[in-house]
Structures are given as C-alpha cells and as structure tokens.
C-alpha cells in the first residue's frame, strides 16, 4: 500500500505542479479561463487518479463476483466524478471547457510524460526492454 500512496505522490504533485506552472502561463497571457479550466481539471484528475488507488486493494482482495461490482461501481462513480468540472466549465463562461478536458487527463499525461522519459533518457539497455514488458 504504501507503494500506490508514493506512487499517487509522484504523480499528483507532478500534475498539479504542471498545471500550476502552465495556468500561471495563462494568466500572464490575459487567459483566466484557461487557468482555471486546466486547474479545475487537473484537481478532479487527482482526486479519480487517488480513489482508483484507495479502491485497488478492496478489489484485489474481493471475491470475483464482489470485484465485478466494486469495479463497476468504482467506475461508474470517478465517470460521475469526472463529469462535474466538465458540467461547470459548459455552464460557466468562468472555465474553458478544452483546458477542463486537457486538465482531466493531466495524471495519465503525466505517467506517460515520466515512462517516455525513462525510456530515451536510460542508459541501461536492460531497464528499457523491461520498460516495455510491464
């Protein structure tokens, strides 16, 4: 468990530091809306990205059936999570609806962002063919 919470620390405070950092971008450029379209996305990011690591250990120790429901139920729940700051942003001319979108895949871009870089950045030949075989 504690591998998934260093893991969620990483990932997290590496997204939320990117939006941060490119909102900032934005504000300089005169695009509020931007700022806080991404911010917004990348927090509910975060917030799906942490449950899906809260709720792994549950799964993996259920039963097959209880897993099937507590997965279903997991994602039924984060999709819900995830439509609330795209709701806002289309009811609100206070976000831009394309940094919300871009936010909500900060984790993931981030993951990917981290992978690519260990892999043409390593010197060990090894550690890329093991890379890819996770």
């Known amino acids: 468990m504690e591998a998934v919470r260093q893991t969620e620390k990483r990932y997290c405070s590496l997204s939320l530091t990117t939006a941060i950092i490119t909102g900032f971008i934005f504000i300089l450029a ?26 792994l250990p549950q799964r993996i120790a259920a039963s097959s059936k209880k897993t099937f429901f507590l997965s ?13 700051p795209i709701v806002m942003a289309i009811r609100s001319e206070n976000y831009n609806l394309w940094a919300v979108v871009s936010g909500i895949f900060m984790v993931q871009v981030m993951i990917l962002a981290d992978h690519l870089r260990d892999y043409f950045f390593s010197t060990d030949s090894t550690r890329k063919n093991a890379l890819w075989k996770n």
């Open 30 to 55: 005169g695009q509020k809306a931007l700022c806080k379209g991404l911010i917004l996305g990348t927090l509910f990011s975060i917030l799906n990205f942490i449950l899906i690591g809260e709720t």
């Open 72 to 84: 279903l139920g997991s994602i039924f729940f984060r999709y819900t999570l995830l439509a609330i």
